[in-house]
């Protein structure tokens, strides 16, 4: 019997020892894809009678069995038939035999989905574990492959051909990469640029386990087959990314201590802004005095909030036109002003 720290070591430990071993056959899985794709499809009529009323009495037969591959557009409503058919299971004037009928077959529908999950889970963890140690957790890619793998089995068509896990590895590799993509650093990798990442950094992690150091550029191009230019490109994103908080190792303070506060000004930058405020003030009194009021309500020279020309307008007794032409006068008289004096 597997215990609780049996799982905490081996995080996937608790979903294998609760689905079976065995995966299906070839034509077991036929069996069951072909009886969900049954459900429904009967699914489908029983909502039509259903929101039909009385015009249809008894109950609708179970379907043939398709033989040619589904359309998109009859995929798409297989697929919403059952969420329909959940709704209608709650309107009161549905016929008793209808609901009935809904609700047995919406009970198929879920155990039929539930044997071909548990029968491919394992797939699931192959691939997660092809793609661990990428920047997110197993369990994490296993609940990502999981929706993946719903997914398919709900789109899975038996008349296709191919076996539901060649169908569905596809798709659950592509729910990891994309959950990787957006959610796997602090800082999103371009889509196009991901799966460059992964071979950089799968030769990273290997070299690195091999000569038990940081490999250099040289190395890297080697072992990910990757251009010396793409590797270049993307050693920042290689790079593992440390916690502003984390202390350092010298002085055990924290490394946000020792960097620079970039929004404190410096003396020097202290000094060119009382320059120019002393500059501009000094320009200001040259000009008459409605216009040195208007460039000081406009641009709030006098630490208020900035005004509109309508604001201004209806302050000073103009209308907004004539207000902005001031303005705009101002400015140029202030501009020749600072010209003349620097």
């Not at 039909?52 to 398709?66: L, Y």
């Not at 690195?208 to 993307?234: I, K, T």
């Amino acid at each position: 019997m597997t215990t609780p720290q049996a799982f905490a070591t081996d995080p996937l430990g608790y979903v294998f020892s609760r689905v079976p071993t065995k995966v299906l056959s070839a034509e077991e899985e036929k069996t069951h894809t072909r009886a969900l794709w049954q459900r429904r499809r009967r699914l489908q009529l029983l909502v039509i009678w259903a929101e039909a009323g009385e015009r249809f009495s008894g109950t609708p037969p179970m379907p043939r069995e398709h033989q040619r591959p589904l359309t998109r557009a009859a995929v798409q409503r297989g697929v919403a038939s059952e969420s329909i058919a959940k709704s209608l299971l709650s309107a009161p004037n549905i016929r008793p035999e209808i609901r009935a009928l809904l609700h047995q077959d919406v009970e198929e529908v879920a155990a039929l989905r539930e044997v071909l999950f548990n029968r491919n889970v394992r797939l699931i963890a192959w691939v997660a574990m092809s793609l661990r140690r990428r920047g997110m957790e197993v369990t994490d890619l296993f609940q990502e492959g999981s929706i993946a793998l719903l997914r398919a089995i709900d789109r899975f068509d038996p008349a296709v051909g191919v076996r539901l896990a060649t169908y569905a590895t596809h798709a659950i590799r592509l729910s990891m990469l994309r959950a990787l993509s957006d959610r796997g650093r602090p800082v999103r990798i371009p889509n196009h640029r991901f799966r460059e990442i992964i071979a950089a950094n799968t030769a990273r992690v290997t070299l690195f386990d091999r000569l038990g150091r940081e490999p250099d550029d040289a190395e890297l191009v080697a072992e990910s087959n990757l251009s010396s230019q793409v590797v270049a490109d993307l050693l920042p994103a290689l790079r593992p990314l440390v916690r502003l908080d984390a202390p350092r190792t010298e002085t055990g303070r924290p490394l946000l201590d020792s960097l620079p506060d970039e929004t404190e000004s410096t003396p020097y930058e202290r000094l060119r802004r009382s320059e120019a405020r002393s500059r501009t003030t000094a320009a200001l009194s040259r000009l008459p005095a409605r216009e040195r009021e208007i460039l000081t309500l406009r641009y709030g020279l006098s630490g208020a909030e900035e005004l509109t020309f309508d604001a201004i307008g209806r302050q000073v007794g103009l209308s907004r036109e004539r207000t902005r032409q001031l303005e705009q006068s101002a400015r140029e008289t202030l501009r020749k002003v600072l010209m003349h004096a620097g």
